[in-house]
Every structure is written in C-alpha cells, then in structure tokens.
C-alpha cells in the first residue's frame, strides 16, 4: 500500500501570503492519479486539483500544483480568509486509494 | 447541478451491519463513479469503495471482506452495507461521485455520522 506523508503538519500563515504544501509517496505514483483536497471543519472534502496538476470546475486559480514520482506540491499563491482549512492529498495505486495524514492551514 | 444525500440510522450495534443509502438528485445516475468514503472523528478520510453505472465495484482491500456497495437506478440511488461492525468503524460517512473517475470525487455528500456501540 502507498503510504502519503503531508508536511508540515500545521502551517501558520497570514492572509495575502503564499503557502506551499508538501506530499510525498512511499513509492511511485502515477501523476495521473494525485489529487487535492479542501476541507472545512463540519463540510465534507472538496476536490481541489487532480492529475496533480488539473484544477476543478470552480476551483480558483490561487491554486496550483505539480509533481511527479514521488514528490508532490500543492501551493496557494495569496491565501485569502476562506482558504484557512486542512488540506488532503489522495493517490490511487493498483491496490487501493489512500490519503495523506493531511495539512492544516491556519491563521497566524 | 448533482446533489448526494447520506440517510440510514446514526446508531449501529457491535457486530451487526451498518446499511446506509444515497440519494443523487439533479442528475441521473448513470455514467458516473459512486463512492462511498468515512472518516473517523480527529482523523483524515478513508476510502471504503466505489462502484460505477456498469456494475463494476471495487473497495478497500482492509474492509473488502466486509463491505457492498450497490445500486438502484430505479430510485437514483446507491447503498452501502457493512457487516460486523466495531467500534473502530465509528465514523462520518460520505457518499460521493464522480462522472470521469474512480478515484477522485467531485461532488460529495454532507456526511452522516455513524456510531458503532451497544
């Protein structure tokens, strides 16, 4: 089973700064099957970006992400008030879908 | 726009089945991929299996022996059974679709929390 590793595990930040989030695989992934999370207390998860690097509809362009094998990075270019959440990446291998331990964005 | 709505009873005894049902709306069932996903509370999520229009399934390989996920396409619906549940199936389940993939979801349920005790 691929196992995702998410750092940090808490980032404080202030509104208008860049946050960059880190997830790392156990071993190679496909890129095709990495995506991103948002999720607020008390809401279900919200898709974010998949392929790795593929926004959802909707999804702002403050949000960005890239990598390949097993370095993977989410950033969010000017965090905005609504972005302090925790966020999730998600793999699939042959064997299973997994999640990483997650990041928890929060207000500096 | 497709909405999902979790709705089964939020207590379950140790060792009996947990049965919960999703109701898609504002869209048909078809063509897409259906899941179902938990999380403990504190914890991140956990995906439990999904299955797509064609019939074909997946799940979890740590709760495989345990679990089916089906479909009513009759009711624009799709369920999941749990059998034997602990206490370490306490969770918030989620269902949630997808129309391209089967393992990332774009639109997803509000959660509805099941606690396993006697």
């Known amino acids: 089973e691929v196992v995702l590793t998410q750092s940090p595990g808490t980032l404080s930040l202030s509104p208008g700064e860049r946050a960059t989030l880190s997830c790392r695989a156990s071993q190679s992934i496909s890129s095709s099957y990495l995506a991103w999370y948002q999720q607020k207390p008390g809401q279900a998860p919200s898709l974010l970006i998949y392929s790795a690097s593929r926004r959802a509809d909707g999804v702002s362009d403050r949000f960005s992400a890239s990598g390949s094998g097993t370095e993977f990075t989410l950033t969010i270019s000017r965090l905005e008030p609504e972005d302090f959440a925790v966020y999730y990446c998600?793999?699939?291998?042959?064997?299973?879908?997994?999640f990483g331990g997650g990041t928890k964005v929060e207000i500096k | 726009q497709v909405q999902l709505q979790e709705s089964g009873p939020g207590l379950v005894r140790p060792s009996e089945t947990l049965s919960l049902t999703c109701t898609v709306s504002?869209?048909?069932?078809?063509?897409?991929?259906w899941s179902w996903f938990r999380q403990p509370p504190g914890q991140g999520p956990e995906w439990i299996g999904y299955?797509?229009?064609?019939?074909?399934?997946n799940y979890n390989p740590s709760l495989k022996s345990r679990v089916t996920v089906s479909l009513d396409t009759s009711k624009n619906q799709f369920s999941l059974r749990l059998n034997y549940v602990t206490a370490a199936d306490t969770a918030v389940y989620y269902c949630?679709?997808?129309?391209?993939?089967?393992?990332?979801?774009?639109?997803w349920g509000q959660g509805t929390l099941v606690t396993v005790s006697s």
């Open positions: 299955i797509h229009y064609s019939g074909s399934t």
């Open positions: 949630a679709g997808d129309r391209n993939s089967n393992v990332w979801a774009y639109y």
């Open positions: 504002g869209g048909s069932i078809s063509n897409y991929y």
């Open positions: 998600q793999q699939y291998d042959s064997y299973s879908v997994t």
